[in-house]
């Protein structure tokens, strides 16, 4: 098997999970923002931004515009760095969690690693 050919079934595999967030967040979060909106107006804002971050990089990564996938990736990370620190440090910030409170702890930490996962295969791909 190729490296292009293994490269190939990485990224299915990165899209694919990616597509799996894009429609998990983008459905909880306009749910609570719909219904629970009084809860925690902050959570939900940054769940759904979480949600629109993934749908840009499973469009990014599918269609190869892997200057976009790599920009979206990169603020991914760092919303997730971010706002996990805040939920530990000021956790009164969050009266609900977030896609990324904690560092993703909710989704077993999926949120922390896929864009590190993802960075690495574009990194990869574009060698």
């Given at each position: 098997m190729t490296v292009k050919a293994k490269s190939r079934g990485v990224g299915t595999l990165?899209?694919?999970?990616?597509?799996?967030?894009?429609?998990?967040?983008?459905?909880?979060?306009s749910y609570q923002l719909l219904r629970k909106y009084e809860d925690a107006p902050l959570a939900y804002w940054l769940s759904l931004l979480a949600a629109v971050v993934y749908i840009i990089a499973?469009?990014?990564?599918?269609?190869?515009?892997?200057?976009?996938?790599?920009?979206?990736?990169?603020?991914?990370?760092?919303?997730?760095?971010?706002i996990g620190t805040l939920s530990i440090a000021v956790p009164s910030l969050f009266a609900h969690p977030s896609v990324w409170s904690y560092y993703g702890m909710g989704y077993g930490f999926i949120p922390l690693l896929l864009p590190l996962f993802?960075?690495?295969?574009?990194r990869r791909v574009k060698r």
């Open positions: 990165v899209i694919a999970i990616y597509g799996v967030f894009a429609i998990s967040a983008s459905v909880r979060a499973t469009f990014a990564l599918a269609k190869g515009k892997y200057d976009l996938a790599n920009k979206t990736l990169i603020f991914e990370l760092a919303g997730v760095l971010i993802g960075l690495w295969w574009v």
